[in-house]
């Protein structure tokens, strides 16, 4: 299948595109180096090794004899994406380009515009090229579990049946989201569905969990790394909770720490995103995965990395509860549905406990990089005091 990942330089899109030539499929892709630019904005960068595209590139070539066609440019500006999309014209396209940080989007008034605008006009953008040039190929979605937020009922894939006053519906579920960066991956989800409606464009929107772990098979045999943030800008809960912890820094749960969110590695990230693209939707079809494994509450996450840390690498694993900058519900019923990619074949590669032990190891290698980054890792960003128009 020929596929186009834009966002290839990701923390996803990089593995997704090994996995998917490793696989066999015909894979280019497309990025504006965006997160490596805003990371080095808040004096931080990736602990793992990355190499520039051309390396990466390069170097793939030289290990697997195959390669990957790429190009520079943002998906906010459609004239990039009509003319990739007419040079390339791809069986199914993989948007992960979106700014894909929480707290970044609360920065302040700029940050947010940034993250609304970009998204929305990103997508919008590629639904228009995809109707216009290949209206039969597939897009693939980057959302997020976070769109729904935590109701306090089960949460269905995508649309539930509901009944009112005594008449019955099958609507989409309502969303709550809990960022500026949350809400704009439901706009997205609103135009989406509102696309298919218009023309028939076959969808597969994924509301994915928070996702961890340094490693996919293909970075194994490979050595090229993904990008791994650690702080609190970019850095997500458990990537940060294994760091703080080989860095004997304290473990940070947010408030009371009963916040659950739905969490899965990112070998299972890839070989879900995979399954959603070998096994496309029908023609004109939209629709959704709730794309995690398991939920645990933050305090959960970071009693098992305290004590794996404990075990394996002799470390503190201290916890210490800090002050919530977001405003989100610390206790909180959680049940969302997650049986479609079971049901299209998809199976947990490792346990939690497993992928952590790896983690650790793993970022005890890259220990010195880390260790220069200890003044980005404690939370700064409050969502009540985001500020507005700097006069
Ligand atoms: N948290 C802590 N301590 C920390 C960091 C986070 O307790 O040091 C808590 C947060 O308060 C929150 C939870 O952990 O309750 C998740 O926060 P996160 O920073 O790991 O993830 P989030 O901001 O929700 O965003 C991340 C990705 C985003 C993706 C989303 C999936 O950055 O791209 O869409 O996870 S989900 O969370 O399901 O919406």
Known sequence: MKILILGIDGYIGWPLALRLIARGHEVSGADSFFTRERVREVNSDSITPIVSME??????????????????????????VYDLIKKIKPDAIVHLAEQRSAPYS???????????????????NLVYAMKDIIP????LKLGTMGEYGTPNIDIPEGFFEIEYKDRKDFLPFPKFAGSW???????????????NKLWNLRITDVMQGVVYGTRTKEIEETDLYTRFDIDEVWGTALNRFCTQAVLDEPITPYGKGFQRRGFLS???????????LEKPPEHGEYRVFNQFDE???????????????????????KIEHVENPRIEK????????????????????????????????????????????????KPKTVWKNSPGLDK
């Open 55 to 80: 390396d990466r590139l390069q170097k793939l070539y030289q290990l697997w004899k195959k390669k990957i066609e790429f190009h520079k440019g943002d998906v906010s500006d459609p004239e990039f």
């Open 295 to 317: 939920h645990y509450s933050v305090n959960e996450l970071a009693e098992i990395t305290s004590s794996t840390a404990r075990d394996i690498l002799n470390k503190r694993g």
């Open 181 to 195: 960066y949350h809400w704009s991956k439901v706009h997205d989800t609103n135009n989406l569905m509102f696309a």
């Open 106 to 124: 609360m920065l302040g008034l700029k940050q947010a515009t940034d993250t609304l605008t970009k998204n929305m006009i990103g997508t919008l």
């Open 136 to 139: 039969e190929s597939h897009l």
């Open 266 to 276: 990112l070998e299972d990230s890839i070989s879900c995103l995979t399954i959603g």
């Open 330 to 377: 610390e206790e909180h019923y959680y049940n969302p549905e997650h049986s479609k990619l079971k049901a299209l074949g998809y199976e947990r590669k490792r346990a939690l406990k497993e992928e952590i032990i790896l983690m650790l190891k793993d970022i005890e290698k890259f220990k010195g990089k880390a260790d220069n980054l200890r003044g980005v890792i």
